[in-house]
């Protein structure tokens, strides 16, 4: 198997996974193999991924290598200011894996002392590695089962989610269960950042990703249907702040600054 198509399997089987994550690899399969039909491939293989199509694109307008610098540059940006919002002795709550909510908190733990709540994140349990890559750091996790998140967001301080796809309204996609993470947080009066760089921003309608029903459940029998849609909408109501490399602004603000700075993502 070519290293293309090596690259396009593993982000569509999740062996690559997290919009950031996939953006890097999908930049390295381009600089490889950058034909229309190639580049049409590779956004097929995770199509709820605007970071995906954004790093092409400016790629397209620069180089592989500046769109890497530049990617690299907004992402530790990203991670520094939401860094910030951690203070000593916090309890972080998070769902799922996002590489841009893990640098954040090791490089927070550089500063101070907090734990982590976080989710197994059903049906492929990426919150095990969330919990593992913390723990490296000596960071204290304590892991739940998804339906366990009203008990453990009310023992939390802040919540931190990541981001696949901002839209044109400031409403955020991410893992299948933010909504009610974010729904939960609302009520008990926690704060909710989204920890993205601000590619993730999509102005655009994308279809959200179903992914294969035997992750959740390999049975074949009459009546009984399993879905599996991996990612869900967050309400602009239940984001307290955009969390990436243009500072902390509310969903409309971030939206509009966006817009100023990146006019080319269309
Ligand atoms: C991962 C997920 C992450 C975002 C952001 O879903 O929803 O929160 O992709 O990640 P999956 P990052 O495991 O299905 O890809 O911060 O790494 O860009």
Redesign the pocket.
């Known amino acids: 198997m070519s290293k293309f198509n090596k690259i396009v399997k593993d982000i569509k089987s999740?062996n690559i996974?997290?919009?950031?994550?996939?953006?890097f690899a999908a930049l390295n399969a381009y600089s490889l193999k950058n034909d229309s039909k190639s580049i049409k491939k590779l956004i097929n293989a995770?199509p709820t991924?605007p970071?995906l199509r954004n790093i092409i694109t400016f790629a397209q307008k620069t180089t592989p290598l500046i769109a890497h610098n530049y990617f690299n540059n907004i992402n530790k940006k990203t991670e520094i200011n939401a860094s910030k919002l951690i203070k000593r002795n916090n309890i972080i709550f998070t769902?799922?894996?996002?590489?841009?909510?893990t640098k954040s908190l090791i490089l927070a733990k550089k500063h101070t002392n907090f734990q982590v709540y976080n989710t197994e994140?059903r049906p492929?349990y990426?919150g095990r590695r969330t919990a593992r890559e913390l723990a490296k750091y000596k960071i204290k996790v304590t892991h739940f089962v998804d339906s366990g998140a009203d008990l453990e967001i009310r023992k939390s301080d802040i919540i931190f989610?990541?981001?696949?796809m901002i839209t044109n309204n400031g409403e955020v996609y991410?893992?299948i269960g933010?909504f009610m993470i974010s729904e939960l947080a609302k009520k008990h009066n926690k704060k909710l950042y989204i920890?993205?760089?601000s590619w993730?921003y999509y102005p655009k309608h994308l279809d959200i990703e179903q992914r294969n029903p035997k992750e959740v459940w390999d049975i074949n029998k009459r009546y009984i249907e399993v879905k599996n849609p991996?990612?869900e909408k967050v309400p602009r109501k239940n984001i307290n702040g955009i969390c990436s490399e243009l500072g902390i602004l509310s969903p409309k603000r971030f939206v509009k600054q966006v817009k100023k700075e990146y006019p080319w993502i269309k």
């Open positions: 999740l996974q997290g919009a950031r994550d996939i953006a995770r991924e970071c769902h799922c894996h996002s590489t841009s909510v994140t492929l990426q989610l990541g981001a696949d991410n893992k933010s920890v993205s760089n993730k991996a990612f």
